[in-house]
């Protein structure tokens, strides 16, 4: 356990990556679209809402898949267990999970308490992924960080176990997969039904229950592909 915390702190040691990118792109999203529906003089009709918030989740996938490449090799060198260093990165995932989505849920209220930052603008609290229940709201934004971890973590893995042709068999996969996905959807008529379905999901259920279901199998996967990966 002492190895895996080492390699959890391993990972911050690079926190401009982990810490200072994903936030700072956060906060550039945010202002600028606080000084863009601020600068329109006329009213808008509905609550203004932007996805910016997704910004941080994405920069957190991008940094977990860097982090990850360049510590691999790092780690095994100094003689860290390949399960160590799993381990180690689930740590990491947990806490960040928690930490950063502790910062969202305040930012959230505030935005509420403020009556949206003053010009009803939504940024930390979309309105169609609304999870009213604090707990569940909570891991509303939690859940989602440790599934974009487990994701990063398996895709630089494929990358370290496989190289590059890993990589391109696998985004040819995902063509096929989700492209034929679309073609089907497409030629049976199934994208109303498709539509209908989410609009009937809760915001739990979408932001909290799904991402959980699919965290465990890419969790699954990451241990399974480490256990073979070359540094």
């Known amino acids: 356990m002492n190895r895996a915390?080492?390699?959890?702190?391993?990972q911050f040691v690079a926190w401009p990556l982990v810490v200072g990118w994903p936030w700072g792109i956060l906060a550039l999203s945010f202002f600028i679209n606080l000084a863009l529906f601020t600068a329109m003089r006329e009213p808008i009709e509905a609550e203004p809402t932007t996805g910016g918030l997704l910004s941080i989740y994405i920069v957190m996938l991008v940094a977990c898949i860097t982090t990850i490449t360049q510590d691999f090799p790092f780690a095994i060198g100094l003689g860290v267990s390949r399960r160590s260093f799993y381990l180690g990165n689930v740590l990491q995932f947990g806490a960040q999970a928690i930490s950063y989505a502790a910062v969202l849920y305040l930012l959230a209220v505030t935005e509420e308490a403020t009556g949206g930052w003053g010009i009803g603008l939504r940024f930390f609290g979309l309105p169609f992924l609304l999870v009213e229940h604090p707990v569940l709201r909570f891991l509303g934004f939690a859940i989602p960080f440790l599934l974009l971890g487990?994701?990063?973590m398996a895709i630089a893995l494929v990358?370290?176990?496989w190289g590059v042709n890993g990589m391109l068999t696998l985004g040819t996969l995902s063509l096929v997969v989700f492209g034929g996905a679309a073609v089907l959807a497409s030629w049976r008529g199934w994208w109303p039904a498709i539509g209908e379905w989410f609009a009937d999901q809760s915001g739990a259920a979408l932001l909290v229950g799904y991402p959980a279901l699919l965290a465990i199998p890419l969790a699954i996967v990451s241990w399974l592909i480490i256990r073979r990966a070359t540094p």
Do not use: P, S, Y
């Open 150 to 152: 487990f994701l990063g």
């Open 159 to 161: 990358f370290k176990r």
């Open 5 to 10: 915390l080492t390699v959890a702190r391993l």
